[in-house]
């Protein structure tokens, strides 16, 4: 009897060592590697619309020469449980051609142009007549796979950096600039997780892209596809697979060995020595 509820108490023991392990390795491998601070090489170039807006992979640096007052924009790919975080920089002029302070301004729109707010950082910075660069950084909310029709929750698929000056001095329109933009994401897990998903990603062009394919297979041999900008490079996930799985299977089996474990202790020895057959 001890001896099976030793057994017992190390399954039980065992099992949540197990279910705890799993959880934190999810938790380590959700965490943004340091390889993907900036280093990677990114586009060298900006969009000045939505359309013509430049692809840029988390993890990439963009860089850029604009003039001031220039709406510049880039677009990347977000997917479920991810928290992007944009940052950018902007390298002003010499203070010595420049009238007065500028305040700068970056700006974050889903794939519908839902302008998306962010959570925290400084999406708007002011530099001083003498200061040499502005920085600025948006949080977003945490990507959802699925959301109610009349929610402004952000969802899969691409997003757009707008990067642009707001005020400054009227003669320092014109003047050259330098802009940073990088863009990385922190996996939240499984604790963010919600029922359903979406049938496609709200990626622009999906339709229009898979028309020109359609006609290069079949008559006009002359259409090319479309590339799609904001992709991920390895895909979108599939959304049916979270950490929320190991917690119900490590749960089911350690509720398991708790009820085993509850029925030798409540079931007792069995029928004393002492009480006569048949009483």
Known sequence: MSRTRRVLAGALLTGLTLLTGASAAVADDASPSPSASGDASGPTEAGTTFRTATALQQGETATAGASTGDYLYWVFPADAGQRPTVTAKVTLPESATRHGAQTWQVDVYDGLRRRQACAYGKQTGTAA???????????????????????????????????????????????????????????????????????????????????????????????????????????????????????????????????????????????????????
């Open 129 to 279: 007549a003498d200061a040499a660069t502005v920085e600025l950084t948006c949080v977003l909310r945490t990507v959802r796979a699925n959301a109610e029709p009349w929610a402004n929750d952000p969802l899969p698929g691409s997003y757009y950096v707008r990067l642009t000056v707001l005020d400054l001095a009227q003669a320092d329109l014109g003047l050259p600039v330098r802009t940073e933009v990088e863009v990385n994401s922190k996996d939240q897990g499984g604790s963010v997780d919600v029922d359903g998903s979406l049938s496609k990603p709200l990626v622009p062009g999906v339709s229009s892209a898979e028309q020109a394919s359609d006609d290069a297979d079949g008559t006009d041999a002359s259409a090319e596809p479309v590339a799609l900008a904001g992709e991920p490079e390895d895909g979108w996930s599939s959304g049916w697979w979270t950490s929320r799985w190991l917690w119900t299977a490590g749960g089911g089996l350690l509720a398991a060995l708790a009820g085993v474990f509850g029925y030798t202790v409540t079931r007792g020895r069995g029928r004393p020595t002492h009480v006569p057959p048949g009483a």
